[in-house]
């Protein structure tokens, strides 16, 4: 069996001791140590680890986000954040960087070593089906095709998530009733996810339906979802690390 290259980045020297000695234990090969995101991002440039565990609040900052937010755009590799903060703003910054589970300090061995293997179980079948989603294309003409074959009645209505439907005759999106204010590119992409509900719409295919000119890039995608998640009521856009965001059917 494979051993999986771990690389922890923690500037807390005992914590890193503790880190280390644990993964060992449980058969995980630690290949490097960093106390900063500087030296972090040469080991994963040299080693190219499965893994990262990654402290929040790197040398009492936020240089922990700062770093997974460079991996997610130089490097395909999952990772878990390791945190004592319970702040609600830096939690809800480092969820913006989509990362793949939390370990609380003081950490639990046990529980170390399932939420690693959920992560790397995660990012796994989540790259086992990205050639079949970047192989999916959705122009305007299918996506009305599948927005049609999602209705329930002759009327022009989807249910989606819980207590909203889309009115697919005049383009608008509704909350229990009550109509829901978008702009183009938000109703356009909210429309992409409804038309596929239960698959992943990927970051090429938002950006190939959406964004009519060139320039658009996967921040352009994670931006626009973060405004629209905080237009919806209820958290129904999931992500799917590394590959795009999908609404459960």
Known sequence: MKETKVIIVED????SLNLN???QKQGYNVISVCDSALQAKNKINIYKPDILIIDISLQESNDGIELAKYIKEKYNIPFIYLTSYSDDEIISQAKLTEPYGYIVKPFDPNSLHATIQ?????FDMENSRKEDVHSLKVDK?????????KRTSDKPIVTFGEDYHLDISICETFYKGKKIKLTKKENA???LLVAQLGLVVSFDQAMNYVWDENGATENSVRTLVWRLRNKLETDI??????IGYYIEE
């Open 12 to 15: 807390d020297e005992i914590t």
């Open 21 to 23: 000695m644990s993964l």
């Open 118 to 122: 959920m992560a790397l179980f995660k």
């Open 141 to 149: 003409l299918n996506l009305e095709k599948l927005l049609h074959s």
């Open 189 to 191: 992409f909210l429309r």
């Open 237 to 242: 856009i999931k992500n799917a690390s590394g």
